[in-house]
Structures are given as C-alpha cells and as structure tokens.
C-alpha cells in the first residue's frame, strides 16, 4: 500500500497547495454589505420556514428560519436578482442593489401551488440548480414530508417514491439491484455529498443520521459515478443534515407503536405485544459566529419477527463556524451504539414470522459502534468562485454473538464469534467556478482509503483516488447542457485487481415552453467491489464463501429521456423512458468442482422502463394527489464460461417487480390533515430456485394501504398512522415478511 | 357575475371532490376484497407427524461425511424396558461404510452400507444367541428437503432394503480438536423377524467431516440475486 499512501499525500498537498493559492488570491470585499427579509405564504400571510434565498449567479445563499426569516451576511455590494423557493409555491425573483455596508431588506410573498417542483438540489451536479433543471430523474424530499411518514428511518420514506424498493439496507432503484442483504450497494449513499457505505460490505446504514436531523433528501434515478464515483450505478441517496437556525430552538420528537397480531395461529411465535418507539431531542443555538445543531435520540423496536429486535442510541451534531467574511467551517459528526437480531429468512412458510436462519440452540446478536467526522470548509473566493475541502472519518466496530435461546434443550454459553473492525478516510477538494450568469464549473479531486481487520477478511485496504469536471452551460435561453467525467483509480493490494474507471455523462433539458421542460441524459455508472466480496472467508447459512482478489467492477450504461409539465398550477405530470445495460455484475458462484462458492463477474443484464408521476391539486388548498408509476422490463443476458446461454439467459432479473404504483391523497382543513398512501408491486417473476430458504416460490403481489391522521399547529404536532391497515401479508425479501399491521403516534413539540 | 363564476368553480370543485371519495372508496374494496396475501400451506410439513426419540438439534449438515472413528453406528430401542421383558441382554453389533454428502443447494448423495448383527444373551445359555445378521445399503443422489428450522431432513429417492431412513434427524456438534460431527437419527423401525416386529428402535449414525472433500453434484447457480 505504499502508491496509495503517497498518492493520498501528494493528493492532500495538491489540494491545500491550490486552496492556499486560491485564497490569497481571493477577493475579499473590504466593506461588505446584506441582505435580510422574511418569505411568507402570500394567500394566509404565515412564515414559511425552510424556504431557499439565493443571490443568482453567486455561491451566497440562505435559508429562512421558524419565523420565515433569512439573512445573508457579508455580501459584496452591488446589484442582486434574490430568488426564493419553497416546496409547494411559486418562486420568486427580486432585484436589489445593496451599498457597502447597507443592509436590504425584502420580503418574499410566494404564492401556494401544489405542483410547483422549486426545490433547489444539488445532488445532480455538485451545485445548487432548480430541480427542472437536472436532465435525470431527481427526487427531493423535505423536512415535512419526511415527518409525514411517521417513519423511523429515511430508508421507510423512500418506498413511497416510484421504482424505488427498500428492505433493511439493501436498496434498489429501477430494478438496479435484486436482494442482496445490502452487500455491495448498487445505490450511492451520501451524507451532504460525501460517500458513506460502509467500509467492509459497502451497504448502507440508514441509521447513521436520524431522521429528525434531515432538511432534505435528495434521489437520483440513474447512474451518478461521473460525479461521485464507485456504487453510484443505479443510482444517488444524498441526506442533507439541518443546518442550525437564528434562533435558539429545542424540538422533542417521540414516535410510539404496536404491532398487530398475525391472523394465523401458526405464525404467533410470541404471546408478548410487539412495540416500538423512539425519542429525539433537537437542540439549536446560534452563538456569535457559531452555529450548532444537535441530535440525541434512542431508538427500540421489538419487531414482529423473531430475533428481529433492534435498540440503540445515537447522538449527532452539525457546527457551522463564520471563520471570516468568506469562510465557513462545517463540522458533521455522529455517534451511534446498536444492538440487532439477524432475522434474514423464515423458518417456513407455516412458521413465517419465526427465524430460520439460525440453528435451534442459539441466535446471532450483533452489537455496532460507529463514530464519523465531516468537516468541510468553505471559501468564497470570489463573487464568481469558491472552493470546498472535505474530510471524513469512519470507523465500525461490529461483534457477532452467539447467545443461547431461551427454551433450548441445550444451554450453550454466551460467545462472540465474528467481529470486524472497519475505517474510511477521505479528502476531497472541490472548486465552483461561475465565470458568467450561464456557466456554472465543478472540479475536484478525491482521496479515500478504507481499511478493515476481520476474522472474516483479514486485515485489508483499498483506496481510490479520482478527478472529475462538471460543466453546466446554458447555450441558448431554453437549452441547457450539463457535461461531466470522472476518473477513478482504485489502488488495491499486491495481487488484487486494480483498474482505472473514465466515467463520462451528458445531458440537456430545454424549455419548451413556460412550464414545460424536456430532458435527455446518459452515462456511464460503475461499483467496485466491496472488500467483503473480494476477500470473505467464511462459512454463511451453510454456505462455505472463498475469496477472490481478482474481482473486477461492475459496469452500466443508461440513458433517459423525460418530460416534465406543468398545467395552470394544479397539475403536474413527469414522464420518463429509461435504459440500462450492465455488465460484470458480481454474483456468487459455485466454484465447480468444489463444495465452495465465490463471488464473480458473470452476470450481464439489461433493464427497459418507462416512469409516470402525476401531482394534482383536486380542491385547492385542502385535496392534494400523487401518482407515480414505474414499468420495468428486465432481461438476464449472462453467458457461461464457455459462451453458451446461461440458464436463466433471456429470463427476467431474480427478485425485480414488472409493475410499481404509489398514490397518495392529502386532505387539509385548517390544522387538521389526513392521508391515505398506497403501494403496489406485482409480484416478481423469477426467484432462486436452489436455494436453502425454504417455501422461496410462495410469491403474492404487494398492496399495501398506509393512512394518517393528525393536528398541526405552530410548536405542537401529532400525529397518528395505521400503516399496512388492510392487514395484508407481503414479502420485503426472499422468505422474509413485511411489517404488519401497527399503529403508531408521533408527537412533535418545539420550545 | 363574479359569484356567478365563484359559485361554478365551487360547484366544479365539489364534483371533482365527490369523484375522487368516489374513486377511492371503489380503490379500498377492491383492495380489500382482494386475497390477503401469504397464508399458511394447508398442511403442515411431514414433521408434526414424525417422532424422533431424540430430538435433533440442527446445524450446518453441508458438506461431506464418513464414519466417525468413534462409535459411528448405534441402535436405540424405544422403550428398552419391552427388551428387558424378553430377554436378560441384547446386544447389536454394528457396522457402517461409505459417504454421505450434502450441497447447500439442496442436492444429496449417499452411498453406503450398513449392518447389524444380534447377539441375544438368554439367561442360563452360556453363549449368546447369535441371530443372522441384518444388512442394509443407502444408496440415492437427489435433493433434500430441509424442514423444522433446519433440524430434519427428507431425502427424495433414496433406497433401502430393510429400513425406512428417508427421513432423518440431524445434529450437528463440534468435536474438541474443531472437526465437526454429524448425527443422523432415523424414526421408529421393527425387526424383520418373527415374533419381534412391535419392538420399536432407531439408528443413530454419527459422521465426521471428511477433510478436503471435493464435491461436485453439477448445480451451478447463485444464491444472492441481485
């Protein structure tokens, strides 16, 4: 690992080198001047909280607090096009001129609209843009909506969006992924931009910042590796963390539920009453030039499978320090301790709610520690510039206990017999570039190094190092382009594969008309494997795994063409036309001859779909529906050694539904509001047939009905939800139901 | 005119209201005149109805078995005390050859041969009563069904001459030096003699880890999807 020591040096050195150049450089103002104002709902005259200001053209931005304030400091004078945002109004642009050390005050009157899309995201292409201006399928989900679920994790949320598919960590969009536990994520996980699977299987830990501490999430449909590299195939989750407001402000949030009983006798493996609940406590404060926002929360549920019960708490913090006029100091960071079941698959169909996966003596518990740090600094260096450096911290601890089950025969003694031990750092330099209104550049390099130690894969390290380039150009008043590459170099041990990734994309939108906006895109995606499926050595549900360092990255190609349009501010309509082709997707495999198995590139495949999403506003103001969805048509095209048809070659993809449906339908009247969602899949075509989860063939279609109820003030919510009300039996995963029936209530009350 | 129009769009609002309730309303029963979903199989598996005399207590079976060195083939009786009403002592000798295999995609191999020898001991005959002995072969490749959380194993077209021993029980220990063992227990069976058909006995037989076992049953497939 030498070469990659001494590339994360010179890639460090090279970064502050240019930062420290661009910074006495920079331009700073010697008087400077702001702007403040308030937005407000135009039709009630309420403060909108949560809305986005920005200085068009400039890195300078802000986001209104509880009373609807913003305030953007230490700008420098001269004329400004303000532009505010709000999920669910109209946006709106002001022009303001601002002498030194004046200080403008505005005020924004947005007007509601169901359907207007004016999120401002930045996932797309390391920058702030409106979201219709993204050429891929992007998804935002805010503060609010995210509360509306009464979900304990963002990973519950996600399932109500189109063509997306959640069970635990593993995560599919538009039929990237089948069912994987979550090893080797095909879905990119970002904490405010910065990777975070984790560093020996590479799946995600939706744990790891709670709900509550979330301002935005932010999906993309599509492959993200030109812009953030490795995993990125199918797709980008980005959790944007609140950041601290104006004021000093503590917020509890409690969330209590029960699970319903199964119908069935056989299934009852418990006479307990099955509960969850969680509770976090909020807490922010502005101090000078310091703000802080942080989270303590608990969390516990019983589960209604058997050994499928989760606790643990968390802690995290975000700091953001005005080190000068055009500085800031981000500082992200987390705390969290779990323990958890390992409930994977049934013991039978008769028995499906009990634990097959484990022997009759004992069950697996694992107990996780995980601590990060995410600093990032800021520097504006000039009107037009400004450049991020990023650093991140992972560490896991995991530990594997066998304990004895409470009525087995023999009582065998409490031990630990797996553990693992797994680290990432990185650095990352960036640098955003406005040389005019119409261009927009992005550039940077990144370093990350993960390290593991474990029974299971030894002692290992992989690290990466990559440049990309983003260029946003707007050719002609309608047509915008967005081009982009990425490089990725992975550095791995002597006699691993290492190889080099170019990770091209390219995409336009253009207006058609005022609300009506056409976007084509395509690109280039890879994931390189996890050190869990390079190096494992193990024996797993009877399965005796051996590794292969010569494993290669998988590979994809998509390309989407979509329309997006707007009718008299009520209706809202998205479609899209989807195409991936994969290739060298990693899949365990029997080593022939051997009673071993191991994981290889062999599997290729392509994906054909077509997407719909329709908001409309039925009765202004009080009844609001969304419809979403999404078609896949999936084709399994590997090939054997020899090159001969594999047997499943032409068949549909293991585990990938055909048809997906979501709707929703809100009713508001004053503070009062009620919802019903709904969630259909068809019921997936192709499953593993030697296998050792037993009854894997008893397929049934999904329908799952949600409904929500609660009341809404200022500083006091509540909420109640009966989720899955119809009571009906479904499968998240092979052999493995989803949630019953249970009712939950969510209280929310800020000081 | 201006509440003519107010009044026609409160009019429009409230039908587009009324067909939505109306569509949802027709959207609930058919959902919830739809099945329910999952349900239990009809009937149960096999096992309910199977009685091993000593419980099976599961564990990872796969891979590929011999004799043990140590006492790898036993018989137990039932109810022992139906043996010490005939006679002063029974004793079987035992003996078992071969191999047993098991793949983790359900597909097994066995090919082995076992006997059993009676020697009973009638209170004043000095010798024992040597009765004929009794062989048996298991022969059969096919798939397995595990059952019971892992704890019983049925095995598709395995043939025997004697005994029933299609399905067995299993439990899986690990022996101090590490090496793992097997015990497959059979259900209930009956001497083939005369006379002695109601005393009901069972098998155990215990199997040791071959090392370096090499098994190729000719099933390639993947087991994580994805």
Request: glycine residues 8%; positive net charge; charged residues 20%.
């Amino acid at each position: 690992m030498r070469a990659t020591k001494s590339s994360v040096v010179a890639a460090v050195v090279l970064g502050l080198g240019l930062g420290a150049y661009l910074t006495s450089h920079a331009a700073v103002p010697e008087q400077s001047a702001s702007i403040r104002g308030q937005v407000v709902d135009a039709s009630t005259r309420a403060p909108l909280p949560g809305a986005n200001v920005i200085l068009a053209g400039t890195p300078y931005g802000a986001a209104t607090d509880e009373s609807g304030a913003f305030s953007i400091p230490r700008v420098k004078p001269g004329r400004y096009v303000v532009v505010a945002r709000m999920i669910g109004y109209r946006k709106r642009e002001q022009e303001v001129a601002v002498a030194p050390g004046e200080t403008a005050t505005l005020l924004f009157e947005l007007q509601p609209s169901a359907v207007e899309l004016g999120q401002v995201v930045v996932t797309a292409s390391r920058m702030e843009q409106d979201i219709r201006e993204v050429p891929v399928t992007l998804h935002a989900i805010g503060a609010a909506e995210l509360a509306r679920y009464n979900a304990s994790t963002v990973g519950n949320v996600l399932r109500y969006l189109p063509g997306v598919q959640v069970a635990g960590s593993n995560i599919s969009i538009r039929g990237s992924s089948g069912f994987s536990g979550g090893l080797g994520s095909r879905v990119l996980l970002l904490v405010d931009g910065v990777p975070f699977l984790t560093p020996d299987q590479g799946d995600i830990d939706w744990d790891a910042v709670p709900i509550v501490a979330i301002r935005q999430v932010e999906i993309l449909k599509g492959p993200g590796s030109a812009v953030y590299g490795s995993n990125a195939m199918g797709g980008v989750v980005n959790l944007r963390p609140a950041l601290p407001g104006e004021e000093r402000q503590i917020r509890i949030r409690t969330l209590t539920g029960v699970y319903d009983m199964p119908s069935y006798s056989t299934w009852r493996w418990s006479d307990q009453t099955r509960y969850f609940g969680s509770a976090f406590l909020d807490y922010e404060q502005q101090l000078g030039n310091v703000g802080i926002a942080l989270t303590a929360g608990w969390k516990e549920d019983m589960s209604y499978k058997e050994n499928d019960d989760s606790k643990g708490w968390i802690f995290t913090g975000l700091g953001r320090w005005e080190i000068g006029p055009n500085t800031t100091l981000d500082l992200i960071g987390g705390l969290k301790k779990a323990e958890t079941g390992s409930f994977v698959y049934w013991r039978n169909l008769n028995h499906a709610l009990s634990i097959g996966n484990e022997p009759l003596t004992s069950y697996t518990r694992t107990r996780e520690a995980t601590a990060y740090i995410l600093p990032v600094l800021t520097r504006v260096v000039s009107d037009h510039a400004f450049y991020r450096v990023r650093l991140r911290w992972r560490q896991i601890h995991t530990e594997d206990w066998r304990v004895p089950r409470p009525n087995a025969p023999v009582q065998l003694p409490r031990e630990k017999y797996r553990g693992s031990d797994g680290s990432t750092f990185g650095f990352e330099w960036q640098l955003n570039l406005h040389p005019s209104v119409l261009t927009s550049l992005v550039m940077g390099t990144d370093v990350d190094r993960s390290g593991v130690e474990s029974i299971q894969y030894g002692k290992r390290e992989v690290a990466d190092l990559s440049a990309y380039l983003q260029l946003e150009q707007r050719v002609t008043s309608p047509l915008r382009v967005s081009l982009g590459a990425r490089w990725d170099q992975q550095v791995a041990e002597k006699g691993s594969s290492s190889s080099g990734q170019l990770n091209p994309k390219l995409g336009f939108t253009y207006q058609i008309s005022d609300e009506g906006i056409l976007r084509l895109s395509a690109g280039r995606g890879f994931r390189a494997p996890s050190i869990a499926e390079k190096y494992i050595s193990t024996v797993a549900s009877n399965i005796r795994i051996i590794p292969n360092p010569a494993l290669k990255p998988e590979r994809s190609w998509s390309a989407e063409v979509g329309y997006n349009q707007t009718l008299g501010g009520r209706f809202n309509v998205d479609a899209s036309l989807f195409a991936t082709r994969y290739s060298d997707l990693i899949e365990p495999q029997l080593v022939p001859g051997m009673l071993q198995v191991q994981f290889r590139n062999v599997a290729h495949a392509r994906i054909y779909g077509c997407e719909l999403t329709a908001r409309t506003e039925i009765w202004p103001r009080y009844l609001r529906t969304r419809l979403g969805y999404t078609y896949l048509d999936t084709k399994d095209l590997s090939r054997l050694p020899d090159g001969s048809p594999s047997p499943g070659y032409g068949k549909p993809l293991k585990y990938r539904s055909r048809h997906n449906l979501v709707s929703s339908l809100d009713l508001t009247v004053k503070r009062l509001f009620a919802a019903a969602d709904f969630r259909y899949l068809s019921k997936v075509e192709q499953v593993d047939r030697i296998t050792n989860i037993p009854d894997i063939d008893k397929l049934v279609p999904t329908y799952v009905l949600d409904l929500r109820a609660g009341w809404k003030a200022k500083r006091l919510s509540v909420e109640v939800a009966l989720e899955n009300a119809l009571q009906y039996y479904y499968l998240i995963s092979p052999g493995n139901l989803g949630p019953l029936r249970n009712l939950s209530l969510q209280i929310e009350w800020t000081l | 005119m201006g509440e003519d129009l107010r009044s026609a769009s409160l009019r429009s609002n409230r039908r587009v209201a009324l067909a939505t309730i109306s569509a949802l309303t027709a959207l609930w029963l058919l959902v919830s005149g739809c099945e329910k979903g999952l349900s239990p199989t009809r009937y149960e598996p096999v096992s309910p109805a199977v009685h091993f005399p000593l419980r099976p207590l599961g564990g990872d079976f796969v891979g590929q078995w011999v004799p043990a060195k140590d006492r790898p083939f036993r018989v137990g009786f039932v109810d022992s005390s139906q043996i010490r009403a005939l006679v002063d002592s029974l004793v079987l000798e035992t003996q078992l050859r071969g191999t047993f295999q098991f793949d983790p995609y359900g597909n097994y191999r066995i090919d082995a041969t076992l006997s059993i020898t009676p020697k009973v001991y009638i209170g004043f005959f000095r010798q024992p009563l040597v009765l004929p002995p009794v062989p048996d072969t298991l022969r059969g490749e096919g798939t397995y069904h595990n059952y019971e959380s892992n704890c019983m194993l049925v095995l598709d077209g395995l043939t025997t001459r004697a005994f029933s021993l299609d399905t067995l029980g299993y439990t899986v220990r690990f022996r101090p030096d590490g090496c793992r063992v097997l015990e497959l227990i059979s259900v209930p069976n009956t001497f083939p003699y005369p006379g002695f058909e109601w005393i009901q006995f069972y098998f155990v037989f215990r199997l040791e880890e071959k090392k370096s076992s090499g098994l190729a049953l000719g099933k390639i497939s993947s087991t994580r999807p994805r």
